[in-house]
């Protein structure tokens, strides 16, 4: 990439203004060299081209000033979840069935037009489930509300992927996973994830590696983040990367989402022939829940499985000396350690901190007292003691 190309994608990056913005991403991808290498980074420019440019022209047709039609909602709860589905699938009753929400059911095609948000309650915790406008084919191009439900599947920690069991369901879950691929939304893990972080001015730049580096080192990896201007933050490079993947999340391109599949409309006729089509096809690569949003059959297993799909835990704390923790648990991916339930509590936390102690039924022995590189499971009970 020259020099002016990655210095007018930090011009790009610190643009507010949507007219702005657009005019600069205009101009670093004028900048780009073609080849092969570059493929992917301008598809995801011109992908969110396309974007400013809906959002600009929505903001002029509707007159709404400067609050636009609402792409992203603020996230809730334990974890944000985007239900997503082609129309007529039963989104709107899922949602009405096992949340709080009062959405519009209609025999109407496409009447959901505006994210609807609803709150899922599991053992302790919350879920916040989004149902988004529908999929249609050419969706990933801006057809109807394509761009605005990608937006709001890319933004999410997991999505709901709604099957209606009435219908061909093979051909239902090719047309959304083809229209989730253009726009690098991804349901098979990855090689690598890749997780850039950026920090306030002078935090400095920390990367760290939990797998290999592929046909780079190190150094590499430190070179291409500082040409793209990302000399202050946090790089987790999981997995086996390339340079390539790792070019590739600094422009956030590609995203891997936790997936789920309900399969509704259990009870209609033929449904059973067809779940066992669909599981042959998924092939256990994604979990699938039949239900029924009529008879509510499976309904209850939701909660549960989306639990396990988004590798989320429950860390509950405690104050040295008192006897009883708090049943608010701190939610943290799995793999999270000591030091990053520290983080959650209080940034600072980390720098005082002395030690902890843990109740686990894993453990030999309750409480254990642990560094900040002990790795926490669900449902730990954690105690910290700072200097």
Known sequence: MPPEAKNKWEECEAATNPGEKLRLLQEFLSLVPRHHGTTRLEAQVKKQIRI??????????????????????????????????????????????????????????????????GILPYKDIQFQIIEAPALMEGSSHGRAWGLQTLGIARNADGIIIMIDLSQDPIEQLSLISNEMEKARILFNKPNARVEVERRHMGAGLRITVIGRLVNCTYKDVEELLKNYRVSDGVVKIIGEATLEEIEDAIFESTVYKAVIVVANKIDASGARARLRTLEAYVAGKLPIVAVSCTSRQGLDKLGGILFGTVEIMRIYTKEPNEREYSKKPFILKKGATVRD????????????????????????????????????????IVEIHVK
């Open 52 to 117: 400013l440019r809906k959002d600009i022209e929505d903001r002029k047709r509707k007159k709404v000033g400067k609050t636009g039609p609402k792409i992203f909602l603020q996230k809730e709860g334990a974890a944000q979840i985007a239900l997503i589905g082609l129309t007529k699938s039963g989104k709107s009753s899922l949602l009405t069935a096992v949340t709080n929400a009062k959405t519009e059911v209609s025999p109407d095609l496409y009447t959901t037009r505006q994210p609807v948000p």
């Open 341 to 380: 339930l520290a983080k959650s509590i209080h940034t600072d936390l980390s720098k005082k901190f002395a030690f902890a102690k843990v109740w686990a039924k894993r453990l030999a022995f309750s409480p254990q007292k642990v560094g900040t590189a002990f790795v926490l499971n669900d449902g730990d």
